[in-house]
């Protein structure tokens, strides 16, 4: 197992921030973490294990021993049942799903990353979340010593959220997920209506493959490629404020608002927009012209000029609206 130390993230995360790990090594068999856990006791660094660096921003050097995950394999248990390791990539998944006529995963096409960080923050797109399809994720607890199982119930999954945002001695090992064999289709999120009608498609004519392509169609246009473009996606998450509270806010009555139970939700996309963020740039950070909840990194920006640029947003919103955004990533 080789450990190497000072090791520079850049390349780990999508925005590209230049921040050094203390310590580094590659995860690519489960029988390594044995090693891996030696060293960091010995040298009392914590584990951060980490994908594809598509929803962290390291903010400073990072004391700690940084694991890339790497492990690989698939493993179908029953016709509606598959084991996936952490490390295999969420999109090269999600094809496999189709191509083997296990359905159910297909709204989440093209969203980036591993499938272990996929219950992190239970990852969601045109109207589903990975959460509707766990049945139980395998985790090995650095704390314990020990390997759990956590059914679904068990990882309090929520908008963006699950246990182990609170729990980061659990390193995620493989999730195991439920899919259906028979073809049914969610096209209810108004986006995939907008682009099914302006492609001319009949309802009828929908299959999970082509719900795939239709997703795959509409992220290509409306998000900026993270390759050409540095960012983590939705830099703030939607805000859902208690329908008691509504009255408290300051809000332009152009800005769309949906029901969601006792709450209502407000895209945060359509908040910057209205108050003028959208393509707004300070020196190397903005947010990107293309879609206004995507932070953008133009060039080599440290994470705290980051962090300052988001604060910068958060105050404005709250300050002209008294609505309170939150960050979507991880910041290390
Ligand atoms: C262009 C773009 C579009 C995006 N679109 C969406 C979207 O539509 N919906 C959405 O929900 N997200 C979206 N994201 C965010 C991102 O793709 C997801 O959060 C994804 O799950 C991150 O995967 P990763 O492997 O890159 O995780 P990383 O960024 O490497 O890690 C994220 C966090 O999870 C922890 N972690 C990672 N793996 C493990 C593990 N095995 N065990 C324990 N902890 C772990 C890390 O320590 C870190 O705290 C988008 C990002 C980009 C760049």
């Not at 096409?109 to 591993?114: K, N, S, V, Y």
């Not at 409306?222 to 996606?233: E, R, T």
């Amino acid at each position: 197992m080789k450990f190497v130390e000072k090791y520079s993230l850049s390349n780990l995360n999508a925005l590209k921030v230049n921040e050094k790990a203390e310590f580094y090594c590659e995860l690519t068999k489960e029988n390594e973490l044995a090693d891996i856990l030696e060293f960091s006791k010995i040298n009392n660094l914590p584990i951060i294990l980490i994908g594809e660096g598509t929803n962290i921003v390291p903010i400073n050097s990072i004391e700690g021993l940084v694991v890339k995950n790497s492990l690989k394999g698939i493993k179908v248990i029953d016709e509606d049942t598959t084991e996936v390791a952490s490390g295999e990539n969420w999109h090269d998944f999600v094809k496999w799903t189709l191509l083997n006529n296990k359905f159910g995963l297909e709204n989440l096409a093209l969203i980036p990353g591993t499938v272990g960080a996929g219950p992190i923050q239970n990852i969601g797109a045109y109207g589903s979340e990975i959460s509707n399809s766990i049945k139980e994720v395998l985790v090995f607890n650095v704390n314990s010593n020990d390997y759990e199982i956590l059914t679904n119930e068990q990882c309090e999954f929520g908008y963006r959220t699950s246990v182990f945002k609170e729990r980061s001695e659990l390193l995620i090992l493989s999730v195991t997920f439920t899919t259906n064999s028979d073809a049914t289709v969610n096209t209810a999120y108004q986006s995939l209506k907008n682009e099914i009608s302006s492609q001319g498609l009949s309802d009828s004519s929908i299959t999970p493959k082509k719900v795939f392509d239709l997703v795959v169609d509409v992220r290509k246009r409306v998000l900026p490629d993270h390759h050409v473009y540095p960012n983590v996606g939705s830099f703030f998450k939607n805000v859902f404020i208690n329908k008691k509270d509504v009255d408290s806010l300051n809000l332009d009555a152009e800005i769309p608002t949906y029901d969601a139970g006792d709450s209502i939700k407000i895209p945060s996309a359509y908040l910057l927009e209205k108050l003028g963020w959208k393509g707004k740039r300070k020196g190397g950070v903005g947010m990107s012209a293309q879609h206004s909840l995507v932070l953008v990194s133009y060039e080599q920006v440290t994470g705290n000029e980051i962090l300052s640029f988001a604060n910068e947003v958060i105050n404005d919103v709250n300050l002209k609206t008294n609505i309170k955004l939150e960050i979507e990533p991880t910041l290390l």
